[in-house]
């Protein structure tokens, strides 16, 4: 496994509310990580630090052994894509022009090249949005969104994947759906970090567990190993457990 | 046809009928107007026919297809910027700083500074002003936003039209009419140098804003978005900043705070071509330079011999099509 992603002592605050203090984070190609930990626990705020969005106020991000800072804006764009949580899109682009827009930071043409459009394709019918590519964006439902840009994130084909609440809106079909494209492509040799709630998405497809909490990584371990020591599940609630499943994975469950 | 050709034939056909009708308004529109003109004694230069066509109508014509280009560019631009199909110049408060200082020096009755019109000075010089107040306090705060940017212009809106009332107030009869007119905006017959460097200040920037047209697309989707394909997000919003405010100040400096140009035309490229920045952009130019050359000569002929300014004209379309709009807009947001 080659090291992509090292941060290092990464603090940053919001005004006086410090959301993350001293975070060393390392994680290399072919590894798909679950970030957890309760509301306001840091994770997107980390997820914008890698992704270049924001500065840490403390500390360094290297890709791929280089620091951030020494990337322009558009090799970092090549190197990592970032899936929002949500996007306001007043303006009516149809889905395809936005996941066109994945493509914008490998080509200077002024138009996408018939390459790219083959790109563009792949992702949509990986992400199961080709149908509805000509209808505008605010017409689709949240799923519909959801899936529109994931394929954007798919077709920057960038070595990391950023991925803030993925499964935000989707059915469970279509969260097992995204998970499996996202699993394929760590298998394939890219970095996923996933920001997310679901810990059972999070142990059925991840291959690490970082949870957050009071703005340093409380804990981090590999998802086969959940297992083994429980008290991870405390960050989260009193009312948690875990057992297994008959295909034995570990299962997390409420009483 | 591939996906690629189907965009270049689309981009190349809305590319070229929006030309002609640009070049069309530039031919025909002059001998629009409350008298007729004749071709014969326009080509054997007699008076006045061969006067009027080119001192008065072609370059009131002419400066109104790029004062019109100018601010429905600029209205595109802060509309990606803002991610909201309804701002403007206005919305920014580049409007309300040019009209402030344009008002301000007819108040004090200046009329002219070594032959340059002092409203083309005390509009550039408020519209300079807004954009070094906000661009100073957003770089105070050392992060610049669309957020940021819109509840300043929206403070500025209101001090300047404080402003702009308390200098009527005190103006007097005559120039406060002066005022009143000026603040619908008007096309008249400019200077032919006037002309020129109006034309050269708009195609330098129209064309530097739209060699950035792909990110404008980028920004008008979400500054996060942005930002992870490659865009230096604070460094675009200030470029686009300057750049809208400079075409939106030299347009108005010589027109007026005309309105609902940088509205329509956008929303209309927007909705009939492509909200894609790479055609709406040159669309939305060079059919806002023909909207506005078509009102004002509408406004020539409904009432001869009398003239309604371009500004009143486009009103009367812009209001009812401003309500239209938000009609259209409601069942969308709702889904």
């Given at each position: ?10 603090s940053?605050s ?74 306001h ?6 889905a ?61 084909n ?32 890219k970095?996923?970090?996933?920001a ?5 998405l ?16 409380a ?37 | 046809?591939?996906?690629?050709q ?18 069309g308004a ?38 109104a ?46 009329e ?14 408020g ?19 669309a ?6 212009g ?37 200077s ?25 697309n980028?920004?008008?989707?979400g ?10 997000v ?21 027109t007026g ?33 023909t ?45």
């Open positions: 496994m080659s090291l992509l992603l090292e941060v290092e002592g990464v940053f919001y005004g006086s509310r410090s959301v993350l203090n001293s975070i060393d984070l390392r994680a290399g190609q072919g590894e798909f990580l679950a970030l957890v930990g309760i509301n306001g626990s840091g994770k997107s705020t980390l997820l914008d630090i890698v992704s270049g969005f924001r500065s840490p106020e403390a500390g360094s991000v290297l890709i791929g052994g280089r620091s951030q800072r020494e990337w322009k804006r558009r090799e970092i764009a090549q190197q990592v894509s970032h899936l929002p949580q949500a996007i899109a007043d303006l009516p682009f149809t395809e022009q936005l996941v066109g827009m994945g493509r914008y930071p490998h080509t200077d043409r002024w138009f996408e090249s018939e390459e790219d459009h083959r790109a563009i394709r792949a992702a949509m019918e990986r992400t199961s949005c080709w149908t509805q590519r000509h209808r505008t964006f605010r017409s689709l439902s949240g799923g519909e969104r959801q899936r529109v840009l994931l394929a954007a994130c798919l077709a920057q960038a070595s990391a994947l950023l991925l803030d609440e993925p499964s935000t809106f989707l059915d469970i079909e279509q969260q097992l759906h995204c998970f499996s494209v996202l699993r394929e492509e760590a298998q394939s040799g970095l996923c970090i996933a997310m709630h679901d810990l059972n999070a142990l059925t497809y991840c291959t690490r567990l970082v949870v957050l909490a009071d703005g340093v990584i804990y981090d371990i590999r998802t086969a190993e959940a297992h083994d020591n429980k008290r991870w599940l405390g960050v989260f609630s009193k009312r948690l457990d875990m057992s297994t499943t008959p295909a034995g994975s570990p299962w997390v469950w409420y009483q | 046809m591939s996906a690629t189907q965009l270049s034939f689309i981009a190349r056909y809305s590319l070229t009928l929006s030309l002609m009708a640009f070049l530039a031919f025909f529109l002059p001998w629009v107007g409350a008298g007729p003109i004749s071709i014969s004694r326009v080509l054997h230069h007699q008076s006045p026919d061969y006067e009027i066509l080119l001192q008065l109508r072609l370059s009131r014509t002419l400066l297809l790029v004062a019109g280009g100018a601010l429905s560019l600029a209205g595109a631009l802060f509309q990606a910027m803002l991610r909201d199909a309804l701002a403007t110049p206005y919305t920014l408060g580049i409007s309300a700083g040019a009209s402030l200082g344009a008002v301000a020096v007819i108040a004090a009755g200046w002219t500074f070594f032959g340059i019109p002092m409203t083309w000075i005390g509009a550039l010089s519209a300079f002003a807004v954009l070094v107040l906000v661009l100073g306090g957003a770089i105070q705060q050392r992060r610049i936003s957020f940021s940017l819109l509840l300043t929206i403070a500025i809106n209101s001090i300047c039209a404080a402003f702009i009332i308390i200098l009527s107030s005190f103006a007097g009869m005559s120039r406060s009419f002066s005022i009143a007119r000026w603040l619908i905006g008007s096309i008249d017959a400019t032919y140098v006037s002309l020129a460097v109006l034309a050269a200040v708009v195609l330098l920037v129209s064309a530097m804003i739209l060699t950035q047209a792909r990110n404008w980028l920004l008008a989707v500054e996060r978005w942005a930002a992870s394909r490659g865009v230096r604070g460094v675009l919003l200030t470029q686009g900043y300057i750049l809208g405010s400079i075409l939106a100040a030299a347009a108005i400096a010589l705070p005309i309105g609902f140009v940088e509205l329509i035309v956008p929303h209309l490229v927007r909705s009939r071509i492509s909200p894609d920045h790479r055609l709406l952009m040159p669309c939305a130019f060079l059919l806002g330079g909207l506005l050359a078509l009102c004002d000569a509408v406004g020539r002929i409904i009432v001869p011999p009398a003239e309604i300014p371009a500004g009143a004209v486009l009103a009367l379309i812009g209001g009812p099509y401003l309500v239209w709009v938000i009609r259209q807009r409601m069942p969308a947001e709702e889904i």
